[in-house]
């Protein structure tokens, strides 16, 4: 088991930045790869980021590429995310996953665990 809980969210301006943490406990935090969903009201839950287990491989859904970075410090069980240039279409609760690969994947089917998610708010 796996157990995730994310913080550093909040209401922010058009422009500005966040940073996102998600906490772990359970299994070897180093064995899997992690990723960054978001679900915004009335819309499905998608994927915005990934990183693989060792941290050297990421990928990134289109509408953020340029904007977010994921990292992670495996010493301290915690997968960051880093939001700039924020928009208000990046409001969504913002959840951390864990996958059962230890490969960077955009393919949702490959996250098993989840945390409770955090709300991000930008305006306008």
């Known amino acids: 088991q796996v157990q995730l809980v994310e913080s550093g969210g909040g209401l922010v301006q058009a422009g500005g930045s966040l940073r996102l943490s998600c906490a772990a406990s359970?299994?070897?935090?180093?064995?899997?790869?992690m990723g960054w969903f978001r679900q915004a009201p009335g819309k499905e839950r998608d994927l915005v980021a990934t990183?693989?287990?060792?941290?050297?491989?990421?990928d990134y859904a289109d509408s953020v590429k340029g904007r977010f970075t994921i990292s992670r410090d495996n010493t301290k069980k915690t997968v960051y995310l880093q939001m700039n240039s924020l928009k208000p279409e990046d409001t969504a609760v913002y959840y951390c996953?864990?996958?059962?690969?230890?490969?960077?994947?955009?393919?949702?089917?490959?996250?098993?665990?989840w945390g409770q998610g955090t709300q991000v708010t930008v305006s306008s």
């Open positions: 990183i693989s287990s060792s941290g050297d491989t990421t």
């Open positions: 359970g299994r070897t935090f180093s064995s899997y790869a």
């Open positions: 996953a864990a996958a059962w690969i230890p490969i960077a994947t955009m393919n949702p089917a490959t996250y098993r665990y």
